[in-house]
């Protein structure tokens, strides 16, 4: 009889240990599987972080040069006013003609808006002069206003 407990016991711990190996295998491929959700989780985090970190860096580059430079405000200032690309283009031959040398004076100083015939025939011409004048009108009579 103790030689069929042997056997019997020797049975049951193969069983087992197969078990114990089947189990042993599923919960290190558990641990592998929460590993691995773990690490792209980081990763996802990072990545967010990161992303996060360069549009807040590329915004605040952006609005410090906004007007660095006077053909940048020169456009602002025509966007604000609703100038077409026609008016625009305007502007810039009259800041050309008058020997301007910052196109946002006409912004400023209203003194700059008298045309010469002798100097600018193409800007005195009767179309012309009326889109200078409805220009001029939208811009001083807005700084009027806001005064």
């Given at each position: 009889?103790?030689?069929?407990?042997?056997?019997?016991?020797?049975?049951?711990?193969?069983?087992?240990?197969?078990?114990?190996?089947?189990?042993?295998?599923?919960?290190?491929?558990?641990?592998?599987?929460?590993?691995?959700?773990?690490?792209?989780?980081?990763?996802?985090?990072?990545?967010?972080?990161?992303?996060?970190?360069?549009?807040?860096?590329?915004?605040q580059?952006?609005?410090?040069?906004?007007?660095?430079?006077?053909?940048?405000?020169?456009?602002?200032?025509?966007?604000?006013?609703?100038?077409?690309?026609?008016?625009r283009?305007?502007?810039?031959?009259?800041?050309?003609?008058?020997?301007?040398?910052?196109?946002?004076?006409?912004?400023?100083?209203?003194?700059?808006?008298?045309?010469d015939?002798?100097?600018n025939?193409?800007?005195?011409?009767?179309?012309?002069?009326?889109?200078?004048?409805?220009?001029?009108?939208?811009?001083?009579?807005?700084?009027?206003?806001?005064?």
């Open positions: 009889m103790p030689l069929i407990n042997v056997f019997a016991g020797q049975a049951f711990c193969l069983i087992a240990e197969g078990r114990v190996a089947a189990l042993r295998a599923g919960f290190q491929m558990q641990e592998t599987k929460s590993l691995t959700i773990g690490l792209v989780l980081i990763a996802a985090s990072f990545t967010v972080i990161l992303a996060t970190a360069l549009l807040y860096w590329f915004i580059r952006r609005a410090a040069k906004r007007f660095c430079s006077p053909k940048k405000l020169f456009r602002e200032l025509c966007r604000v006013h609703h100038f077409s690309f026609p008016q283009r305007l502007l810039a031959q009259l800041v050309k003609v008058g020997g301007v040398s910052d196109p946002n004076l006409l912004f400023i100083d209203s003194r700059l808006w008298i045309l015939p002798s100097k025939p193409k800007l005195c011409v009767a179309r012309n002069r009326r889109h200078l004048q409805k220009m001029q009108r939208a811009i001083y009579e807005r700084s009027a206003e806001a005064e």
